[in-house]
């Protein structure tokens, strides 16, 4: 991670998602994969590109804050008529574009997705205009994206580092992916699930675990409850927000970039993701424990052994689903052998087959 010249977080994303689809036999695939994990990094690295909807704030159209008499004068008095019509305008204007460009699993790839289209429009000022995006964050966001797919490219790894480096073509094949929309929703799902497991791994210590049965509403979710979770180095708890692309599906465990406070602790930036993802990712928060019932496996085209552990997860504890793992120690492969006898058949009968091979070679 510190070849890379950015956050930490932004770094090993990049990476996690490089090393998933070292493997991919489909080149267009993966680099459309590349291209839009670099559309992440670039989104996490700013605020919001979708306007807010001015509650509180008394700004006018281009945002900023009305002369000063109007400012001293505004909090006491009714927004005009026309002004209450041009925000509910605004309001609308934001809400369908939240819903143009939403993904059920990830704010963030929510707003990568905005770039694809802000990237692709003829007119990136009306593009914004019409679909409520600050067109200063979207350029500058555009911009960031171009320079950290150059630096993939024009960066040199060390012998030691081959295994994150790219094969799938050139920086030009990974643009021209980024540049065609596609229309084969399984591509898009295999996409998806590749970039939630990097978000996972550059924010896996801002987990979030449901707490099932939603709060009741407060001030200022007049319409809607917001749903509670259980954060992992947070105390308190913390809330999705109505307007996220995941309140709909609330999942069970979530990433979120930043936790900002209002009149609650609100989690921006949140993306779905897989309790097994945890344990990939996150072994330095877990411990684990042998199932001792589960027989252990032998995998023939690898020649390793996994045995099933329930890993547990950060200060709260949280108890994952049961999964194999390789066991790494001779030692310990020696005393799986002599409990599971049977496993040792399975080992001959493995290099007998490695031997006959190079025999016929």
């Not at 509650?55 to 209450?84: A, C, F, P, V, Y």
């Amino acid at each position: 991670m510190a070849c890379y010249p950015m956050s930490p977080r932004h770094s090993r994303m990049l990476l996690t998602a490089i090393q998933i689809t070292r493997k991919m036999k489909d080149h267009d695939t993966a680099n459309l994969v590349l291209g839009y994990a670099v559309a992440t990094a670039a989104a996490l690295s700013f605020s919001n590109a979708f306007l807010k909807h001015f509650e509180g704030s008394h700004t006018d159209s281009n945002g900023s804050e009305q002369d000063g008499r109007s400012s001293s004068l505004g909090s006491n008095k009714i927004l005009d008529k026309q002004e209450k019509i041009k925000i509910k305008k605004l309001r609308e204007t934001t809400k369908l574009s939240r819903a143009r460009f939403s993904n059920s699993t990830s704010d963030t790839l929510t707003v990568a997705y905005a770039l694809h289209f802000f990237e692709l429009s003829t007119s990136p000022v009306e593009f914004c205009h019409e679909n409520a995006l600050h067109l200063k964050t979207m350029e500058e966001m555009s911009k960031l994206r171009r320079q950290l797919l150059q630096l993939v490219f024009n960066h040199h790894f060390h012998e030691l580092e081959q295994g994150f480096s790219w094969t799938h073509g050139t920086v030009e094949d990974v643009e021209q992916a980024w540049r065609v929309l596609s229309s084969k929703r399984s591509t898009l799902l295999n996409v998806e699930d590749i970039l939630g497991q990097a978000i996972c791994a550059g924010w896996v210590d801002r987990v979030a675990k449901r707490i099932r049965g939603n709060s009741g509403p407060l001030e200022g979710d007049r319409k809607a409850s917001a749903v509670r979770y259980q954060a992992c180095m947070v105390k308190e708890t913390v809330f999705l927000h109505r307007r996220s692309s995941l309140s709909n599906s609330a999942p069970e465990f979530l990433v979120y970039s930043e936790l900002l406070h209002t009149k609650r602790p609100y989690m921006h930036g949140a993306t779905s993701i897989k309790p097994e993802w945890l344990a990939k990712y996150g072994v330095s928060l877990c411990s684990f424990s042998t199932v001792e019932d589960r027989k252990p496996e032998y995998d023939p085209q690898t020649d390793q052994l996994y045995r099933w552990v329930i890993p547990t997860f950060g200060p709260h504890l949280w108890r994952l689903p049961a999964q194999s793992m390789p066991i790494s120690s001779d030692e310990d492969r020696l005393k799986v052998c002599a409990k599971f006898p049977e496993l040792i058949h399975s080992l001959k009968q493995r290099k007998r087959g490695v031997k006959d091979q190079k025999l016929k070679g």
